[in-house]
């Protein structure tokens, strides 16, 4: 009886312990069945930059190291089928009536890869640190609402409440940030301040001293050359898939660097790197042929996804130098005319090789939940755009053949955009073309990037160029619209630097754009994007051209990539916890 | 000859802050700065890019920056690297070491090559072997390496299609899984990887040192004293290489200085090419991103070196050269 009681109370102990209700990754996420799958192997993969550091709170470059380590880590996560916020590191959440706390039940039995529990207090570290100004953490900004900022609390151990100062429609994204172990650099932080924080887990760190508390560990690092990632076993005890197999299935991932892209196609073509998104027809084309001869064992997704970015033109508003340009530009017909002289489709078949989606307004295309097909789109048709201009007073020619006003003035701009985008500088050359079809003259420059970005961000009454060609990347799915975009104060709101709405449509794309920001509900927000396209159309802000699309292609020794439909930009080609290797 | 050196190493002093501040004021003159990236960020906001600026001592006036720049160096500090958040020096070094790996074997190889090349053309000129050197010269001259990086690596692709035989790899510096190999291993990994890279910087190098080496010979073998020699009846073989060789050799001992700082600026844009985790791509973004302190450090290491390798280089020219003397 004794030995029966002592057993059932190891039992309960033991249940104690494994009570972690582990997260169980959805068999919709990938094609592979869990009775197909095998474990081990190593991918491989290549990227074009090198890393910078280990260190999470000062890396600032995209695809970075503590990113790779952590995956998908987090509170919530994203469901790819839905794109709703579900929870992950967190059991469950509960809003406050007001709807400005969140609090996070933690999931019990999380471990860092050294073994200690992931608490509470790893979150209020890490936010600490990377609101710390003197860190200096790219992640600052996100930590605060129109300079306001978001506050955490610990209620105990497994408990963690997330304070807003409004109402905010990104409040789970907030949430979604990476913890990172407080036993590390918590006892350096109170030590050493933001000091010791920068001075660690450089890349001369030994890696066994890099604790993760997501998939992935490092193996080994050589400088410009290539990282290994080994599986965090860790994490495996808390990720699992539907038959219960513990997450990634992979042992390793292999990431060299390859700075340029034709030798990233000749490595995937010899088989040597598993994934690839070429990103040109010339590199499609190749991986095709390789496909179609039987030389290479694989799959390309061509055409999967408009790409998450935009491409506009944009004209400036402040020119109180020129009166004549300034009045020009600030006028919708002159911009409509002009959006009627781009010719999108031939942008996508000259600069894309026919592989490219058009563009009408700031929500990429991609964001197929937030574009209002309602929208008018002022395509190519320069007959309407010669009307349009003649209506704005340029009938006449002078004797070059361009449209001049009653006064004599000459329908001119200058157009730059920054050298060395061969893509760019291509579709600025299509644009003087068609201009100077109808008779507007467009002067095109190549300019150097950082003097293109210093006169697109001047702020005054008068700013130094006419028209640029220029992309945005970054818009969310929550609220695809920039913050620092659309309202009039803006850094970004390139058009019009003044410092203020000069017309009143802005002042509505201002006021809707905070309105859907503190709106929670998504219908409502999706409602009050379609409106601000409507307006936008409308008012014409910037003229958007066209985009490449997003073509992954993978070696077919891999398994468990995304079904079809959630193959995107924004989503990717695969989970790599869920992928495997075949053979 | 000690007051010669000392004399030397006085002037260096003025030419060392000359350049550097040269330097130094050219990479400021570029526009915008290393947060210009991210100005274009929807997500990052002006204060925060301020802030930043401030901290990395962006926004005060470039003499006050070149003045603390200085004074690190002085005390033996390249400075900080923005990208790399650590001292420029270790993001450095294991660059330029991978470098050596090809730059050395090939400034051997190409010393070895192109001086027999060259005596060669001189000895036997307007002969058939002459001729098919030259026309081989002039084509290593006209390709330039990244571009024949470029067929290398087709050529590769083309034999692994047909035959399915890897015989070198296509770009890299060491295989998959190298870090499980045992020492002979990785060396003989390394070494195969090396081929093609020196194959490709060599070429055209011997190309073009071959010519100027045997322009000077045959200059050298059409003096007085060459004729002198030969009417005194000594051997053809000591005539060449005792009497010619000796002569022909003194502009390149002249230019050994540039050998040092070429030790370590690379292999050039092969290494881009063929993703050789060299100085030169790290290099490449580091001007790309205006990583101040990483480009201004790499010039002086460059500068120093340059410098030593100009006095070595004048002192081995008394050696070879018993004309000058510098008493």
């Keep these: ?583 | 000859m000690t007051a010669y050196i000392l004399r030397r190493i006085l002037y260096l002093i003025p030419t060392f802050f000359g350049a550097t501040f040269l330097a130094f004021l050219i990479i400021q003159l570029a526009p915008g700065d290393y947060l210009t990236q991210l100005e274009l960020d929807p997500k990052v906001t002006p204060e925060t890019i301020a802030r930043l600026r401030s901290q990395f001592g962006l926004d005060r006036p470039i003499h006050e920056q070149y003045l603390l720049w200085m004074h690190n160096l002085l005390h033996l500090n390249l400075g900080y690297s923005f990208a790399y958040q650590a001292p420029v020096l270790d993001v450095i070094w294991p660059r330029v070491v991978n470098s050596m790996v090809i730059v050395v074997p090939s400034t051997l190889l190409l010393f070895l090559v192109a001086i027999p090349v060259g005596v060669y053309g001189a000895l036997r000129q307007y002969s058939v072997g002459d001729r098919v050197i030259s026309f081989l010269a002039y084509i290593g001259l006209a390709i330039p390496n990244f571009f024949l990086a470029l067929i290398f690596m087709y050529l590769i692709l083309q034999v692994y299609f047909r035959t399915g035989v890897m015989v070198f790899p296509v770009s890299g510096m060491t295989s998959s899984g190298f870090e499980q190999f045992d020492s002979w291993k990785k060396i003989l990994d390394i070494a195969w990887h090396a081929v093609i890279p020196i194959i490709v910087v060599t070429t055209s190098d011997i190309a073009g040192f071959s010519r100027v080496m045997r322009g000077q010979m045959l200059e050298v073998l059409s003096q007085d004293y060459i004729r002198t020699a030969r009417a005194k009846g000594l051997a053809e073989r000591v005539v060449v290489y005792k009497h010619a060789l000796r002569n022909a050799v003194i502009p390149f001992v002249a230019n050994i200085g540039g050998i040092l700082p070429g030790l370590i600026s690379g292999a050039g844009l092969v290494e881009v090419v063929m993703a050789w985790p060299g100085i030169t791509p790290l290099l490449l973004d580091s001007l790309q991103q205006q990583d101040l302190y990483m480009v201004a450090g790499f010039l002086t290491i460059g500068l120093v070196l340059l410098m030593v390798g100009n006095l070595l280089s004048d002192l081995l020219l008394t050696w070879v050269d018993p004309r000058i003397r510098y008493e």
């Excluded at chain 1, 029966?4 to 582990?22: E, H, M």
């Excluded at chain 1, 890490?126 to 605060?144: C, P």
């Excluded at chain 1, 010719?343 to 090789?353: C, F, H, L, P, T």
């Excluded at chain 1, 003229?543 to 992954?552: Q, T």
Aim: some cysteine; hydrophobic content about 40%; charged content about 25%.
């Design chain 1, 1 to 583: 009886m004794r030995r029966a009681l002592a057993a059932l109370v190891g039992f309960i102990a033991l249940a104690g312990v494994a009570s972690a209700q582990p997260f169980v990754w959805p068999q919709k996420w990938t094609v592979a069945k869990p009775s197909e799958v095998k474990r081990g192997g190593t991918i491989r993969e290549a990227v074009i930059s090198d890393y910078r550091t280990f260190n999470p709170f000062i890396t600032a470059e995209a695809g970075n190291v503590p990113s790779l380590l952590a995956g998908p880590i987090g509170l919530v996560r994203r469901d790819p089928t839905t794109g709703d916020w579900i929870p992950y590191m967190a059991e469950s959440w509960s809003v406050s009536p007001n709807k400005l706390e969140i609090t996070f039940k933690i999931r019990r039995g999380m471990k860092w890869s050294d073994g200690q529990p992931i608490t509470a207090d790893d979150w209020i570290m890490t936010w600490r640190i990377h609101t710390d100004k003197a860190v200096g953490s790219n992640s600052y900004d996100s930590f605060f609402i129109d300079g306001k900022p978001i506050t955490l609390r610990k209620i105990d151990d497994y408990t963690i409440r997330f304070i807003y100062p409004k109402t905010d429609a990104e409040a789970f994204a907030v949430a979604s940030f990476a913890p990172w172990p407080a036993h590390i650099f918590g006892p350096v932080y109170q030590r050493e301040g933001a000091e010791g924080i920068k001075k660690m887990w450089t890349l001369n760190e030994k890696p066994e001293n890099i604790v993760s508390g997501g998939p992935w560990l490092i193996e080994s690092y050589r400088p410009g050359e290539r990282l290994v990632l080994k599986r965090n076993p860790a994490f495996g005890e808390w990720n699992k898939d539907e038959a219960g197999n513990p997450l990634p299935y992979l042992d390793r991932r292999e990431i060299r660097i390859v700075k340029d892209t034709n030798a990233q196609l000749a490595e995937f073509l010899a088989g040597n790197i598993d994934l690839m998104a070429p990103a040109t027809v010339d590199h499609i084309s190749q991986i095709r042929q390789a496909i179609q001869q039987g030389r290479l064992d694989a799959t390309i997704k061509v055409n999967a996804s408009p790409v998450a970015s935009s491409q506009f033109m944009v004209f400036n508003w402040n020119k109180a130098s020129d009166p004549f340009k300034q009045s020009l530009f600030r006028s919708d017909k002159f911009r409509r005319a002009m959006s009627h002289i781009v010719n999108r489709q031939a942008v996508i078949d000259i600069v894309y090789g026919g592989l490219g989606t058009p563009m009408y307004s700031s929500v990429y295309p991609v964001l197929t939940q937030w574009v209002n097909p309602k929208v008018p789109k002022y395509e190519y048709n320069l007959q309407q755009a010669a009307k349009l201009l003649a209506e704005l007073g340029f009938t006449k020619k002078d004797r070059d053949g361009y449209l001049v006003d009653s006064k004599g003035r000459r329908l001119e701009f200058n157009l730059s955009t920054n050298a060395g985008n061969v893509q760019r500088e291509q579709i600025a050359k299509l644009i003087v073309d068609e201009a100077k079809k109808v008779g507007v003259k467009v002067n095109f420059t190549a300019i150097d990037f950082n003097t293109l970005v210093g006169q697109l961000l001047s702020s005054g009454p008068d700013r130094p160029f006419d028209a640029i060609i220029i992309g945005l990347t970054g818009g969310g799915l929550d609220w695809p619209f920039g913050s620092n975009v659309v309202p009039c104060k803006g850094n970004l709101h390139m058009w019009n630097k003044s410092g203020q709405c000069l017309d009143p449509r802005e002042t509505q794309l201002d006021a809707l754009y905070s309105r859907g920001r503190t709106e929670l509900d998504f219908k409502k927000r999706v409602e009050i994007g379609y409106r601000m396209q409507e307006i936008e159309a409308q008012l014409l802000p910037v003229i958007y051209i066209a985009g490449p699309n997003y073509h992954p292609a993978w070696n077919n020794r891999l398994g468990g990539e995304h079904p079809d439909a959630i193959i995107s930009s924004i989503w990717g080609q695969r989970q790599l916890e869920l992928t495997f290797i075949k053979k």
